[in-house]
């Protein structure tokens, strides 16, 4: 399913976060948005998920508009994975993960086999089917960011929003993460900081600075040494990944300018 952000604007307090965005994410390709701390992805990606209203634009799903469409209609299709998405209470791994079902079930009604099958499933592709029984408030931060991202994929969402979804992972996991978002066929629109991991996990990306868009399209058009310079302040160079040939960024620790 398409995903598309129409001219999204979000103000408050008098504070223009977002400004003017427009993006296109098709069917089944991976989208990344990148810029400095507080030029607005976590803002763009909360309208997407619907925590927080654009002030102007719209987001459609397909060819809808999303904030028409009844919250569990929204639900079964948008899934998100946040920054500020932990768990306060100690639930077992297993049951935090059996949430992701709730849009899909009505009052107390039970999970199905096939819906406990995909739950156990999930926890094993993401490495914690062995936690399943476990509180996730004893787990580190990397395992619960594995937990989330379970939850949010056994709700079976044709669009996945995530939100630096590699925090706290090691880098085995990061890479498994990242490999798994490429191979899903979702529609995904994933915020991430490191620009070589996004280079080789994206499609396209898109980088905001002061909340608006300063450049679109593939990892190799967009991040080119001058750009990097100009909103990320930093001197870096450009090298094609010796067996992918995906951009990859070099910097000097004296390259801050």
Same mark, same amino acid.
Request: net charge neutral.
């Given at each position: ?185 979702? $529609? ?29 399209? $593939?990892?190799?058009?967009?991040? $080119? ?33």
């Amino acid at each position: 399913m398409d995903l598309e952000l129409d001219e999204l604007t979000v103000v408050t307090d008098g504070q223009s976060l977002v400004r003017g965005l427009s993006l296109q994410v098709p069917d089944g390709k991976v989208l990344g948005l990148v810029g400095p701390n507080g030029s607005g992805k976590s803002t763009a990606l909360r309208c997407v998920y619907r925590a927080l209203r654009p002030s102007s634009g719209t987001v459609r799903v397909g060819e809808r508009d999303l904030t028409r469409l009844p919250l569990r209609d929204s639900a079964r299709t948008v899934a998100a994975m946040t920054q500020d998405g932990g768990v306060d209470f100690d639930f077992t791994v297993e049951e935090v993960v059996a949430l992701g079902r709730a849009p899909h079930l009505r009052g107390n009604q039970a999970l199905s086999g096939r819906e406990r099958a995909l739950c156990a499933r999930m926890m094993d592709r993401l490495d914690i089917g062995h936690l399943a029984h476990r509180g996730v408030l004893t787990l580190s931060g990397g395992e619960r960011q594995r937990v989330l991202l379970a939850r949010a994929l056994v709700q079976e969402p044709q669009i996945l929003v995530l939100d630096e979804p590699t925090n706290h992972l090691d880098i085995r996991h990061q890479v498994d993460l990242l490999s798994l978002l490429r191979g899903s066929g979702l $529609t995904v629109l994933v915020v991430l900081h490191d620009l070589n991991l996004a280079a080789a996990a994206c499609d396209r990306l898109g980088v905001l600075s002061q909340g608006r868009l300063v450049a679109s399209g $593939t990892p190799e058009a967009v991040l $080119t040494p001058q750009l990097v310079g100009d909103v990320f302040g930093v001197t870096a160079s450009v090298v094609p990944h010796p067996l992918t040939g995906d951009p990859q960024l070099l910097y000097s620790l004296n390259s801050a300018r």
